[in-house]
């Protein structure tokens, strides 16, 4: 009896299931129309999400929502009634089948981005990523459930159904313009496949919350199908004459219209937010970008912006020699050629590695920059590609061993700097190891570059108590299948250093000592330094902060601040400006969530180092009056 059940459900599903192999078999076409050979996972993962992913969600939930009430609207529930299967197994199975045939569409898009990657990996990108393609398979899954166990839960409305869906949509968007964090109740949120600081995002909250909706809209539609009485939960039969279903069918276009407005609007807004211009280039950015141009040297492939041939050549010169020295740092033969994209670097960074290849900023730094990424890929490929995620979830090893690298190519001023930084740190009591050691303490209570200067000073520990050699017998033990894959934080460096041989604990004396005997020689200069506070300030419904500081700054000294969304953004969202101590700076209303202003004041203490006290997230509703003659004119003012 279940075999012939699962064979009416596949006959009357069979439409919308071949509707879906069609919706994939459009990449399938696309990637033909296309040289196959050049679509490595790094340039194809981005399609499993987007337009496509959010479609097949709309696709499940319109299966949804006629999956429940079809056999009573055809009058064969009480045929299926007559027959030994329970209700349940009914529902069930239809569920079953449904998702099953929704699912074909991502299937065949992941298959296709599989076999694109595996036709056109190179030495530069071997590893599938199979734990990345997991993820998003898995939070695709769970979305595809959600939209279509909340058809279900809606389709007993009937012809309201889509009205309904429309007024939840819409009261969601209007929630998430004020409050960020219901984000969470949106299943579409789990289609974004978007990396972030090398990884997929992966939201748990989002997860539990869509879990939590799931079983409960199951158990509505459940309990809707499988309820004793054959009358429906409401008696809709008012809603088919002419004259109400017109009305019910305008409300419903109208409702889903608004919504559609008011989701282009926000994207307007994020897209406008997003475009931000970087004045560091002087005049350029007023004109076109230029047309790209490439080179190639013995280690390398350069791409970038015509106009920068000249800083181009001038870098690619000296790349092989860069390559070179690098590895034999790192204790590695010279290893296969890197990809790098010199047309610019993710914001607030002067480069990036991700899946091997990296990406910069051409300007005068670029030689120690090259250095410090690829020491990151040299690193990542002896840590093991397939073990990397290990690697990367220390980001202060794995930064410092890079900023360690570049150091050795002159960058001593950068060096003396961060060791100021850490003495000052450590002076004030707030250099706590295990605190940088977890990554996500770190990002949101301090300043994230501060585990560049931390973890070279600790790989310079190292090195000086074991040798060289300590470096290749560190990234050696993250490839090791001796090393527990469930350790984080400062439990992940001890297991490392036991596992290669050396004592953690005489490690950090060795470097605490170097940080005090820095701290002893700079005493002076230390006590000095003055300490900012933020303070948050309101002028006619306009929300800012203004910047104290516990002392007057000296000439070379000055004031800046750093504002980001929320608690748990990443690098990539946060906005650094300078301020003038005692002066507002304000801050639109569409970048201020949740009714808070996370904000993080500094005192640049050299030319490249700014120390960062803690971040700090002050209510708005705390905001003391700001009194100005020129009101907001004094200060930095919102921008439009």
């Not at 601040?561 to 929320?566: A, I």
Request: proline share 5%.
């Amino acid at each position: 009896m279940s075999g012939a059940l699962l064979r009416k459900e596949l006959r009357e599903l069979l439409p919308w299931g071949v509707l879906s192999v069609v919706l994939g078999a459009f990449g399938v076409l696309t990637a033909l129309l296309r040289q196959p050979d050049m679509g490595p996972l790094s340039q194809t993962y981005a399609t499993l999400g987007g337009p496509d992913a959010v479609l097949f969600w709309f696709i499940a939930f319109a299966i949804g929502a006629g999956l429940a009430t079809r056999e009573q609207d055809d009058r064969t529930l009480g045929f299926l009634d007559g027959l030994p299967v329970s209700r349940s197994r009914v529902f069930f199975t239809k569920m079953s089948v449904a998702l099953g045939l929704v699912m074909l569409a991502p299937v065949v898009q992941f298959t296709l981005v599989i076999t694109l990657h595996l036709l056109s990996r190179d030495s530069l990108g071997q590893s599938l990523n199979l734990d990345l393609l997991l993820l998003i398979f898995a939070q695709h899954a769970l979305a595809m459930s959600a939209g279509l166990l909340f058809g279900a839960a809606l389709g007993r409305l009937r012809s309201l159904t889509w009205l309904a869906f429309g007024s939840l949509a819409v009261v969601l968007l209007l929630a998430m313009e004020h409050y960020p964090k219901m984000a969470v109740l949106d299943p579409t949120e789990l289609l974004d496949v978007r990396l972030h600081g090398g990884r997929v995002r992966f939201d748990a909250a989002a997860v539990q919350t869509q879990l939590v909706l799931c079983a409960v809209a199951g158990w509505l539609a459940w309990r809707g199908f499988t309820r004793v009485h054959r009358e429906p939960i409401l008696n809709l039969d008012l809603l088919t004459r002419p004259v109400m279903s017109a009305v019910v069918s305008t409300l419903t276009v109208t409702v889903i219209g608004f919504g559609m407005y008011l989701l282009a609007s926000q994207e307007a807004e994020k897209a406008a937010a997003s475009d931000v211009v970087d004045v560091s280039d002087g005049e350029e950015w007023f004109f076109a970008p230029t047309p790209p141009a490439q080179t190639q040297t013995r280690y390398y492939r350069f791409s970038y912006a015509a106009a920068k041939a000249g800083a181009a050549r001038e870098l690619a010169a000296q790349a092989d020699t860069i390559f070179e020295q690098v590895h034999e740092l790192l204790g590695v033969a010279a290893g296969d050629a890197i990809q790098v994209d010199a047309s610019g670097s993710m914001q607030n960074t002067h480069g990036t590695a991700f899946f091997g290849r990296v990406r910069m900023i051409l300007d005068d730094e670029a030689p120690v920059v090259l250095a410090h990424e690829t020491a990151h890929v040299a690193s990542s490929r002896m840590a093991g590609n397939e073990r990397a995620w290990l690697w990367d979830a220390a980001p202060a090893l794995n930064e410092g061993l890079a900023t360690w690298v570049h150091s050795q190519f002159g960058a001593t001023e950068e060096q003396r700097t961060g060791r100021l930084a850490l003495a000052v740190l450590h002076a004030r009591r707030e250099l706590t190891v295990e605190e940088f050691a977890d990554p996500v303490t770190l990002g949101r209570l301090r300043d994230q570059d501060i585990q560049y200067p931390l973890g070279e000073a600790l790989i310079a520990a190292t090195v000086k108590l074991y040798g060289k050699e300590a470096v290749p017998n560190l990234l050696r033990t993250f490839a090791d299948p001796r090393l527990p894959s469930n350790l984080q934080g400062i439990s992940l460096w001890q297991a490392v250093y036991q596992t290669a041989g050396m004592d953690l604990g005489i490690v950090l004396d060795e470097f605490y000592r170097d940080i005090d005997s820095y701290g002893e020689r700079h005493a002076t200069a230390i006590s000095q330094l003055p300490r900012p506070r933020a303070r948050i300030i309101t002028n006619d419904g306009v929300f800012g902060v203004q910047v104290l500081v516990d002392r007057p700054l000296a000439e070379s000294q000055s004031v800046y601040v750093r504002f980001k969304p929320e608690p748990d953004s990443g690098l990539e969202d946060i906005d650094s400006m300078r301020a003038e101590p005692e002066l507002p700076v304000w801050r639109h209303s569409r970048e201020i969530r949740g009714g808070v202003i996370c904000v993080q004041p500094g005192v640049a203490i050299a030319p490249s180092q700014v120390l960062y006290e803690s971040w700090t997230c002050l209510p708005t509703a705390d905001a003391s009056e700001w009194i100005s003659e020129e009101g907001l004119n004094e200060g930095a003012a919102p921008a439009n």
